[in-house]
């Protein structure tokens, strides 16, 4: 990586779940939504589902009231959207939401991030809560313990749903491994990724700490290497945050640093899948208001996993 990121789109509130996509990944159903290659993401300020592509071309797809966050696909192309504040997982259908199942009901909390594995499961997060986040994370400001849930839809669209992991430090920015066997989490006020295995049955097994980075964990994406770009929101609280490449155990690759700004989320795209999409907005302790996030792009050397379906 040599050049310095670039400036793909402004005027946005908080972008979340950023999933990359062009029409040979997608069936023909859905094909012509992907058009040569976008970025889909939520914007959770804006309560919309966006797409944008490598011209900056920014397009609305849908609102969700219930604020829109982690984003994936089943294997047959359905586009699945979980509401963060009513923690209800959506598929968008006909260009209409169609609510699939009640993640809230099972745990409790809403939900944040989620990712769909190659069997079509979703990997949800329900965080969990309690953390103020305008004020510095500490015995007085404690985190919540949060759950990690999996769902699992047949072919009829029947959803069951259950909880395959407690005690987590607010799950986070979700992704899985190349051979789709090893689901990574960000615990967000854990400071660290933990991965698990996951079972034939989708079940989470083997919990381990992945790389403990002493700093907030965020939004993370693999690449070919078995390296994870994790956004980083803060080095220092109230301060700006970054993107570090680290490999299992922990060590760091490469860091890119964000002036005066937090990093919430990151992906892998674009023709080659060697451009890392920045999600950026304002620090922790601001007011997040429309106009104050942007999305950034970087090439890198080594290319994303193309993921499922």
Known sequence: MSQSPELLVDGLGLSEGPRWRTADMLPASCAKSAGDGKLWFSDM???KVRTVDLNGRLEDLIDVPGIPSGLGWLPDGTF???SAVDGMLMALR?????SVVDVQALTGFGCNDMVVDSKGRAHIGSPG???NEFQVPGPGNMSVFG????VAIDSDGVAAAR???DRMTAPNGPCTSADGKTLIVAETWGFRLTAFDIADDGSLQNRRVWADL???TDGLTMDME???WVALPYFEYGGPGGYVRVAEGGELKQCIEVDDYAAYACTLGGPEMKTLFMCESTVLGQERANGHGRIRTVDVDVPGIIANP
């Open 226 to 228: 078995g390296c994870i």
């Open 129 to 131: 809560g309690g953390m």
């Open 147 to 150: 759950y990690q849930v999996m």
């Open 163 to 165: 909880i395959v992991a």
């Open 45 to 47: 300020v804006a309560k």
């Open 94 to 98: 006909d260009g209409r939401l169609e």
């Open 80 to 82: 699945l959207i979980i």
């Open 214 to 216: 002493g700093v907030p």
